[in-house]
T-cell receptor
Framework: GAGVSQSPSNKVTEKGKDVELRCDPISGHTALYWYRQSLGQGLEFLIYFQGNSAPDKSGLPSDRFSAERTGGSVSTLTIQRTQQEDSAVYLC??????????????FGPGTRLTVL | AQKVTQAQTEISVVEKEDVTLDCVYE???????LFWYKQPPSGELVFLIRRNSFDEQNEISGRYSWNFQKSTSSFNFTITASQVVDSAVYFCALNRQAGNDMRFGAGTRLTVKP
């Protein structure tokens, strides 16, 4: 497709389980971002990948959160030992090779994670 | 520190009314970028505008207009003659020139009633 895609669209899991969320950025976009949007809240930055550089992990809320980006394209956000407070919509965005954060970001539809 | 404040949590207007969404930001940087995004009920954020800190000219795009005032650290968004399809959550965001420190406001939920 032409846009950013994310899977699954919805994920319900039990507390303590691990989950993996996937993001397929727009082809050719070297920058990829993960955000978290809790109910009624703004977007919280989690992690940023740019090309082959080391990712900026400064927004990850705890060491239970990790992300990787294979081959400079698809990214997976992993949450280990999920807690109820992890319930949120996880958004992925990508941007063009021309710039960093200050360029337009294209967002995916998000993955709604519910931890029971 | 960077911060974006959208004081209006929810706004409700009747179709064809004009509405202004407020955005106030804080930054110590002299070069920075401001954005507005729209999040319709479908959930996918849509980019509306980007403005750099050196360009204070107001911008108009159809029914949308933006008023950037560095003196008051504000980047307000006005929708003229609102329509039901404008109903969405609107986010203001701020990014530094360097680094990956994009900050979003909490968003303003706009409801346009027919």
């Amino acid at each position: 497709g032409a846009g950013v895609s994310q899977s699954p669209s919805n994920k319900v899991t039990e507390k303590g389980k691990d989950v993996e969320l996937r993001c397929d950025p727009i082809s050719g976009h070297t920058a990829l971002y993960w955000y978290r949007q809790s109910l009624g809240q703004g977007l919280e930055f989690l992690i940023y990948f740019q090309g082959n550089s080391a990712p900026d992990k400064s927004g990850l809320p705890s060491d239970r959160f990790s992300a990787e980006r294979t081959g400079g394209s698809v990214s997976t956000l992993t949450i280990q030992r999920t807690q109820q407070e992890d319930s949120a919509v996880y958004l992925c965005a990508s941007s063009s090779p021309r710039g960093g954060f200050y360029n337009e970001q294209f967002f995916g539809p998000g993955t709604r994670l519910t931890v029971l | 520190a960077q911060k974006v404040t959208q004081a209006q949590t929810e706004i409700s207007v009747v179709e064809k009314e004009d509405v202004t969404l407020d955005c106030v930001y804080e930054t110590r940087d002299t070069t920075y970028y401001l954005f507005w995004y729209k999040q319709p009920p479908s959930g996918e954020l849509v980019f509306l505008i980007r403005r750099n800190s050196f360009d204070e000219q107001n911008e108009i795009s159809g029914r949308y207009s933006w008023n950037f005032q560095k003196s008051t650290s504000s980047f307000n968004f006005t929708i003229t003659a609102s329509q039901v399809v404008d109903s969405a959550v609107y986010f203001c965001a701020l990014n530094r020139q360097a680094g990956n420190d994009m900050r979003f406001g909490a968003g303003t939920r706009l409801t346009v009633k027919p």
